[in-house]
């Protein structure tokens, strides 16, 4: 019933026929996806049954566009009924991608360029569009603050700890490390857009070109958020001395539109991306565990090296002891290696 809606919508829109519609993977996401074909054009349908997040996602487009962003372009909405028509943006994700030119080159020159043109864009969502955004449309949270970060470290522990733990959890002292590693990061400025899924599954590979997807989850926040859930994509693996170097070039990025403190911004870095992970871990627990996506798995032994890397990197683990132990276990628990 929902192809036939949707094939409607483009017949009104297009005035063609659909020839083809086609199912496609949604990964994490409840929206069902479809490519639709005409003789002349393709693009795509989405059917998502929550009304405030297709109103962010089309809201969001329709700015980012405005702006020049290489977001899809909006063709037409039916919000009654759940579906809209956007701009169909190919085959491959920069994790696809990669992971075939990957196969033989490794992490090659021609990688780097495109997460080179990827983390250039970047500022302008959070800065140059992101000044003048409705956040009226934000549908979780407002921003990345006190409750929107207590939220992913709650999911930390309920999705992630409590399924594969394996020594006893004091919660009450857990509780207070979360606390501090969150009183710590309020400290940043967090006036900007915060994208909150910027991850090489969400970028499009258009001729060698960068297009951006499922940024309908933003809310305000600090800058090193989005950078961190690039670089240490569990499973994208970007080996430590590119993560350092493309953390060089999007700090360079940012001063071209925004001048900031690079001392600053690298003292809350990790700390970002030591929340980061956590929220990842828990998206991997529920996915799995919840939803029955078993292949999510898959990403915690790459999780886990990250971990293993932040215990050598963040000093601010110093101030979380219960938290610290926590990762050195998961860190030494090999059966979290064999996903």
């Given at each position: 019933m929902e192809q036939l809606v949707l094939e409607k919508l483009f017949r009104r829109h297009f005035g063609q026929a659909v020839e083809s519609i086609t199912p496609l993977k949604g990964d994490g996401s409840d929206r069902r996806i479809y490519r639709l074909k005409s003789s002349t054009r393709s693009v795509i349908g989405i059917m998502g049954d929550h009304r405030a997040e297709n109103e962010a996602f089309i809201k969001f487009s329709r700015h980012f566009y405005r702006h020049g962003l290489p977001v899809p372009e909006i063709y037409a909405t039916h919000l009654d009924e759940g579906i809209y028509l956007e701009q169909d943006l190919g085959y491959e994700t920069l994790f696809e991608w990669m992971s075939r030119i990957r196969e033989k080159d490794g992490f090659s020159e021609q990688i780097l360029d495109l997460y080179r043109q990827t983390l250039a864009w970047l500022p302008h969502f959070q800065i140059t569009a992101g000044q003048s955004l409705d956040y009226s449309y934000c549908y979780q949270h407002a921003s990345f603050a006190w409750d929107s970060m207590q939220w992913d470290l709650q999911y930390f522990r309920h999705r992630f700890l409590e399924l594969f733990y394996k020594r006893p959890l004091d919660k009450t002292a857990l509780q207070k490390d979360f606390d501090n590693l969150v009183h710590f990061l309020l400290e940043e400025k967090a006036d900007f857009f915060l994208y909150r899924d910027f991850q090489s599954r969400n970028v499009m590979v258009v001729d060698n070109k960068p297009y951006f997807i499922d940024y309908q989850s933003g809310r305000r926040g600090a800058l090193q958020y989005d950078v961190a859930s690039l670089l240490y994509d569990a499973k994208a693996n970007i080996p430590e001395k590119n993560r350092q170097e493309l953390l060089m070039h999007y700090i360079s990025s940012v001063n071209k539109v925004h001048p900031i403190d690079a001392d600053r911004f690298m003292r809350y870095f990790y700390g970002f991306v030591l929340i980061r992970i956590m929220?990842?871990?828990?998206?991997?627990?529920?996915?799995?565990?919840?939803?029955?996506?078993?292949?999510?798995?898959?990403?915690?032994?790459?999780?886990?090296?990250?971990?293993?890397?932040?215990?050598?990197?963040?000093?601010?683990?110093?101030?979380?002891?219960?938290?610290?132990?926590?990762?050195?276990?998961?860190?030494?628990?090999?059966?979290?290696?064999?996903?």
């Amino acid at each position: 019933m929902e192809q036939l809606v949707l094939e409607k919508l483009f017949r009104r829109h297009f005035g063609q026929a659909v020839e083809s519609i086609t199912p496609l993977k949604g990964d994490g996401s409840d929206r069902r996806i479809y490519r639709l074909k005409s003789s002349t054009r393709s693009v795509i349908g989405i059917m998502g049954d929550h009304r405030a997040e297709n109103e962010a996602f089309i809201k969001f487009s329709r700015h980012f566009y405005r702006h020049g962003l290489p977001v899809p372009e909006i063709y037409a909405t039916h919000l009654d009924e759940g579906i809209y028509l956007e701009q169909d943006l190919g085959y491959e994700t920069l994790f696809e991608w990669m992971s075939r030119i990957r196969e033989k080159d490794g992490f090659s020159e021609q990688i780097l360029d495109l997460y080179r043109q990827t983390l250039a864009w970047l500022p302008h969502f959070q800065i140059t569009a992101g000044q003048s955004l409705d956040y009226s449309y934000c549908y979780q949270h407002a921003s990345f603050a006190w409750d929107s970060m207590q939220w992913d470290l709650q999911y930390f522990r309920h999705r992630f700890l409590e399924l594969f733990y394996k020594r006893p959890l004091d919660k009450t002292a857990l509780q207070k490390d979360f606390d501090n590693l969150v009183h710590f990061l309020l400290e940043e400025k967090a006036d900007f857009f915060l994208y909150r899924d910027f991850q090489s599954r969400n970028v499009m590979v258009v001729d060698n070109k960068p297009y951006f997807i499922d940024y309908q989850s933003g809310r305000r926040g600090a800058l090193q958020y989005d950078v961190a859930s690039l670089l240490y994509d569990a499973k994208a693996n970007i080996p430590e001395k590119n993560r350092q170097e493309l953390l060089m070039h999007y700090i360079s990025s940012v001063n071209k539109v925004h001048p900031i403190d690079a001392d600053r911004f690298m003292r809350y870095f990790y700390g970002f991306v030591l929340i980061r992970i956590m929220q990842a871990f828990g998206a991997y627990g529920y996915l799995a565990g919840v939803r029955g996506k078993k292949r999510f798995l898959k990403s915690v032994p790459f999780a886990i090296s990250n971990i293993e890397l932040l215990l050598t990197r963040d000093t601010f683990l110093k101030n979380t002891p219960t938290l610290r132990n926590i990762f050195e276990a998961l860190v030494t628990d090999s059966s979290l290696r064999e996903f």
